[in-house]
T-cell receptor
Framework: SQKIEQNSEALNIQEGKTATLTCNYTNYSPAYLQWYRQDPGRGPVFLLLIRENEKEKRKERLKVTFDTTLKQSLFHITASQPADSATYLCAPGNFNKFYFGSGTKLNVKP | DAGVIQSPRHEVTEMGQEVTLRCKPISGHNSLFWYRQTMMRGLELLIYFNNNVPIDDSGMPEDRFSAKMPNASFSTLKIQPSEPRDSAVYFC??????????????FGPGTRLTVL
């Protein structure tokens, strides 16, 4: 069965630095991959989607890469701010069905 | 739009009792999803509907779980009988158009279920 892996350890970085989160998947060939943000006590919120034929996608301070050979996606937040502190979930998928990783908690310290 | 609405927000019940969770998707959305989130297993897809029809229920853990979508604006997830291992946060999500492969999902606030 498919397996989605995100670093379970929290990522602690200093404000202004670039945060890089990793998502690896196995036994799966997704047509696209989504990234979501989840704050404590709330549901996930969509951030970005990247398709299998796209190498990179940007939105404001966010950048996502998708390497179907390595079966990996990287999620970058540039010029990070304390408000970016949250858990970030990756979700590779096909059509309407996709699988969420367990998430990586990001702590941005002022 | 008010977003995806779930009720109740919190539910505490005793083992063996029936639990019903409710969801109202965003108006105009054609797909609806039920997820369960725990620390151990993360966010798991239980079942999803397209145009009120259940498409994939392979994530439903066992026969004690059932879900219905009688119309486009309402869905329920029922657990009968409930067990302590069912304790989790249950999310409902909806997306715009199931005919398009690339749709973001909009999540509700979740229902925190505790089974004693």
């Amino acid at each position: 069965s498919q397996k989605i892996e995100q670093n379970s350890e929290a990522l602690n970085i200093q404000e202004g630095k670039t945060a890089t989160l990793t998502c690896n998947y196995t036994n799966y060939s997704p047509a696209y991959l989504q990234w979501y943000r989840q704050d404590p006590g709330r549901g996930p919120v969509f951030l970005l989607l990247i398709r299998e034929n796209e190498k990179e996608k940007r939105k404001e301070r966010l950048k996502v890469t998708f390497d179907t050979t390595l079966k990996q996606s990287l999620f970058h937040i540039t010029a990070s701010q304390p408000a970016d502190s949250a858990t970030y979930l990756c979700a590779p998928g096909n059509f309407n069905k996709f699988y969420f990783g367990s998430g990586t908690k990001l702590n941005v310290k002022p | 739009d008010a977003g995806v609405i779930q009720s109740p927000r919190h539910e505490v019940t005793e083992m063996g009792q029936e639990v019903t969770l409710r969801c109202k998707p965003i108006s105009g959305h054609n797909s609806l999803f039920w997820y369960r989130q725990t620390m151990m297993r993360g966010l798991e897809l239980l079942i999803y509907f397209n145009n009120n029809v259940p498409i994939d229920d392979s994530g439903m853990p066992e026969d004690r779980f059932s879900a219905k979508m009688p119309n486009a604006s309402f869905s329920t997830l029922k657990i009968q009988p409930s067990e302590p291992r069912d304790s989790a946060v249950y999310f409902c999500a909806s997306s715009l158009d199931w005919t398009s492969s690339y749709n973001e999902q909009f999540f509700g606030p979740g229902t925190r279920l505790t089974v004693l």
